[in-house]
């Protein structure tokens, strides 16, 4: 029995010691043997990037790790792990970028020569076209030029006509100063390639506040539940804004002791599409308006902008068909023009925040030609009756602007 027990430890032994040479076996580092760059000669041009590999030898080496370095980092700079090699300017000297393995420090080297890839043309996204601009907002026009390797991508505008809208120089973005026409230029400072667009400067708004909102100016009326709101309601119905004075944290309702009005915060489902400048809102249930009186001059053409939005007070109620926005005798009494509201039922959406109430979003945007010859036209959004048992939706116009066009 105690010969079968020394054969039983001897055997243990024996397998123990063979997986430990085994394990020795699996572990066995292969050490790196060399190091080489796998192009033949390195040329980059100022402004792009790109990564360079290290060939390690043997091809199962344990650790493959390398360094990267750049003997004028400040003409040409490359990442010390990963190799992006970033070329940042034509230069004549001698910059020689090398690889180095961690394991063994065997290296490699090339000598990098920057070239320039001359600039073969501009393409304006705008160019052709007759671009409206408004004087309260710049616009910025986009141009790229050709080819995309190019070192030398500097651009210079211009504009024909400085007293009705300047371009800067460099950037690109465009001011209005004043009703008008003006030719706008760009060109590419290598090779001279050229594009242009045409502007066309609309007036500042004849609507003295876009959303009516200014009860102290005589020139607008509010009538009964309309609700001026500014930029700062809506910013409070997105969920990762925090509420500030005067705000109900739960319910998002700003009250009287936020200096601008009392309301139940029926307005989230607009937040996130209205631009916000300047905008009122008619409360749901109720028939109201509000209207400006706008001085014209005749014959001349308008461009009218507003966007309107409707919510359902319920699901079986229906949205506003058929109604205009008004252009009526300083008293009411005549008509003189109505503009559509445009309604397209296959753009309604529901709005999950509010109680999953359907809403719709649409805006007006219409050339109208002052062939009357009035002079003073009174403006006016209705929020028309429903016959019971459906009420009036709520209603919100925003940026209502009437401008006239140069001749």
């Not at 050709?146 to 991508?153: D, I, P, Q, R, V």
């Not at 509010?354 to 219409?366: C, M, S, W």
């Not at 028309?384 to 925003?398: F, G, K």
Request: charged fraction near 20%; include cysteine; glycine fraction near 6%.
């Amino acid at each position: 029995m105690k010969k079968y027990a020394y054969f039983l430890i001897a055997a243990v032994i024996l397998l123990t010691a063979q997986c430990k040479d085994d394990n020795n076996e699996n572990e066995k580092v292969i050490p790196v043997t060399g190091v080489s760059l796998d192009k033949s000669e390195l040329r980059a041009s100022p402004g792009l990037r790109k990564i360079l590999e290290a060939v390690i030898t043997p091809e199962d080496a344990t650790n493959k790790a390398v360094a990267w370095s750049s003997s004028h980092p400040a003409l040409a700079s490359i990442d010390a792990s990963t190799g992006e090699l970033h070329a940042l300017s034509l230069t004549s000297e001698v910059i020689t970028i090398t690889v180095r393995t961690v394991d063994g420090g065997f290296t490699d080297s090339r000598t990098l020569t920057v070239v320039n890839v001359p600039v073969t043309g501009i393409k304006l996204d705008e160019e052709g076209e007759l671009l409206s601009v408004k004087p309260e907002y710049p616009l910025a026009l986009h141009a790229t030029v050709l080819s995309g390797a190019a070192a030398n991508k500097n651009l210079i505008w211009s504009s024909s006509n400085t007293s009705v809208a300047t371009v800067h120089p460099s950037t690109g973005v465009v001011t209005g100063i004043s009703a008008g026409f003006a030719d706008l230029r760009v060109e590419t400072e290598e090779g001279g390639f050229a594009a242009a667009c045409r502007v066309m400067v609309l007036s500042p708004n004849l609507l003295k506040n876009g959303s009516f909102e200014a009860p102290d100016d005589e020139s607008a009326v509010l009538q009964d539940w309309v609700t001026p709101v500014p930029r700062e309601w809506f910013d409070e119905y997105y969920a990762d804004n925090p509420p500030i004075a005067g705000i109900n944290s739960a319910n998002r309702v700003r009250t009287n002791d936020a200096g601008f009005f009392e309301g139940n915060g029926a307005g989230r489902f607009f937040a996130s599409i209205v631009d916000g400048k300047y905008c009122a809102r008619i409360m749901a249930g109720n028939t109201s308006g509000m209207y400006q009186i706008v001085q014209l001059a005749p014959g001349k053409k308008y461009v009218v902008n507003a966007t309107v939005g409707y919510r359902r007070n319920d699901n079986n109620a229906s949205f506003k068909l058929d109604e205009t926005l008004k252009f009526l005798s300083p008293d009411g009494t005549e008509v003189y023009h109505l503009i559509p509201i445009p309604v397209n039922l296959n753009e309604v959406y529901t709005d999950e925040t509010n109680g999953a109430r359907p809403v719709l979003v649409t805006k007006i945007d219409e050339v109208w030609e002052n062939t009357l010859g009035v002079t003073e036209v009174r403006v006016q959004f209705d929020n028309r009756n429903y016959a019971a048992p459906d009420a009036p939706p709520l209603m919100l116009v925003d940026a209502c602007e009437i401008r006239e066009m140069p001749e």
